[in-house]
């Protein structure tokens, strides 16, 4: 690659915990300066007879700090406090453990003088797998594994607060603007973005945005695009799967500072992909370069909520860099995301009344996975996939999940029964529980 790699190597985990571990320690500062006043220093040696409370907190899979750093020698205290719905413990390696812990229930586990590195987990089956870990760290030691901590939770801390002022992107789907003629300029350009609570991402972006804007008509619409390159270090280019036309003009790549014009008919329904069409793709599309364009099927009835997710996969750290693209080789994403950004809609839930109709538009970006969309509490009266109505509403069969492979798209339709809480899914669980999940909130 070009030598300028920041990553850490593929075999030291995760990035993204790197925000969290920065907020852990911002944790145990303010812990320690807020029991300072207990603690009894009894040696010269940095830590020796040292006491330390540490307030611990389960919740959402994750244990809160998940890293501490103590110096060698400390009486250490673990304040362990499940704040969660469902029960948890925290066991400490070669230590002591809590009981199962009931929501609000705390108990302090005295771990003696720390002297080595020790991990805590939940022991329930599956916990600890699925990230609620928590490295003890002793500084004042040489660590021969040349590494910080042992942190083995997986993926960003998706319990982690966004940062002051984060704003979703907005899923409504606005109706197709009037005219038959669309003209749109789309700069490719990098751009930071909060990808996941707290992580902010380089990503290469059409129009400042990951996904970029979304186009909509109707059939036979005119779109008119023109692509600038505002990217001073790679050539980038753009594929539109709603038109046809010969790939070798509009769809070539153009360098920094250039432009070209991409005209294209809609002369079909659907809900489609665009993407960066510049190789490698799997590096473009997988850093943010893609979209959606929404054709609407004549005749397409009105309704109370037309929500637009496009589904990705997320790959943190440098865009490019020998890590990512490894990861990305090797199909190990960080995170699954909607509209770009994990968990937002589960910080943010979209809104509706109680027999109110939805249209959910779901187009997947890939690069690799498709999705298996899923409204729990909601039966689909209608599917359309690909350009066809598998199924409508004066029908008497249902439809539980709209299932696209990269790269395609469609609509579900559902009238939301009563007052509550909906959450929407990949069904496929490792994308659900690692970003792919958001909530319709439904008010009488
Ligand atoms: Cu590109």
Not at 365 to 370: C, E, H, K, V
Not at 426 to 431: E, G, Q, S
Request: aromatic share 6%; with cysteine; net charge negative.
């Amino acid at each position: 690659m070009d030598g300028k790699d920041t990553d850490r190597p593929v075999t030291s985990r995760r990035p993204a915990l790197w925000g969290t571990v920065a907020g852990a320690v911002l944790t145990v500062l303010a812990v320690l300066a807020a029991n300072s006043g207990k603690d009894t220093v009894a040696g010269t040696a940095p830590g020796a007879g040292t006491t330390r409370t540490v307030a611990v907190t389960l919740a959402g899979m994750r244990v809160r700090p998940a890293r501490i750093e103590v110096a060698a020698g400390t009486v250490l205290r673990l304040e362990v406090t499940n704040s969660d719905a469902r029960r948890h413990d925290l066991k400490v390696e070669n230590g002591p453990a809590t009981p199962l812990l009931d929501r609000g229930e705390t108990r302090t586990l005295d771990l003696g003088t720390v002297t080595g590195d020790r991990e805590a987990w939940c022991t329930l089956p599956g916990h600890r797998a699925a990230g609620m870990t928590m490295a003890i760290v002793i500084t004042g030691v040489t660590d021969d594994t040349g590494h910080e901590g042992h942190s083995t939770a997986a993926g960003p801390d998706l319990s982690a607060g966004f940062s002051p002022g984060w704003q979703p992107r907005d899923a409504d789907l606005a109706p197709a603007p009037g005219g038959t003629v669309h003209r749109t300029e789309l700069r490719a350009a990098h751009t930071t973005i909060e990808v996941a609570p707290g992580v902010k991402q380089e990503r290469w972006t059409f129009g400042g945005t990951a996904p970029g804007p979304t186009l909509r008509g109707r059939v036979g619409d005119v779109f008119e695009i023109t692509l600038v390159n505002d990217d001073r270090r790679m050539g980038h280019g753009i594929d539109f799967h709603a038109g046809s036309l010969a790939p070798d003009g509009p769809m070539r790549t153009i360098e920094p500072g250039e432009r070209l014009v991409y005209r294209f008919r809609a002369e079909r329904a659907g809900a489609w992909l665009y993407h960066c069409s510049t190789a490698p793709m799997l590096q473009h599309i997988g850093n943010g370069m893609y979209g959606a364009v929404v054709i609407d099927p004549p005749g397409l009835p009105e309704v109370d909520h037309e929500y637009l997710l496009v589904s990705s996969e997320l790959y943190l750290g440098t865009p490019g860099s020998t890590a990512q693209v490894t990861r990305m080789r090797e199909h190990t994403p960080d995170a699954w995301a909607f509209n770009g950004v994990a968990n937002q809609y589960t910080e943010r839930p979209l809104k509706a009344k109680a027999g109110e109709r939805a249209r959910f538009w779901v187009v997947a970006a890939g690069p690799s996975d498709g999705i298996a969309f899923h409204v729990v509490g909601t039966v689909f009266d209608t599917v359309y996939k690909e350009g066809a109505h598998l199924l409508e509403p004066q029908e008497a069969g249902g439809s539980q999940v709209l299932d696209l492979a990269p790269a395609q798209g469609g609509f579900v339709e559902t009238t939301f029964p009563e007052a509550g809480h909906y959450p929407f899914v990949d069904h496929d669980m490792r994308h659900a529980e690692a970003g792919a999940h958001g909530m319709v909130e439904v008010s009488d």
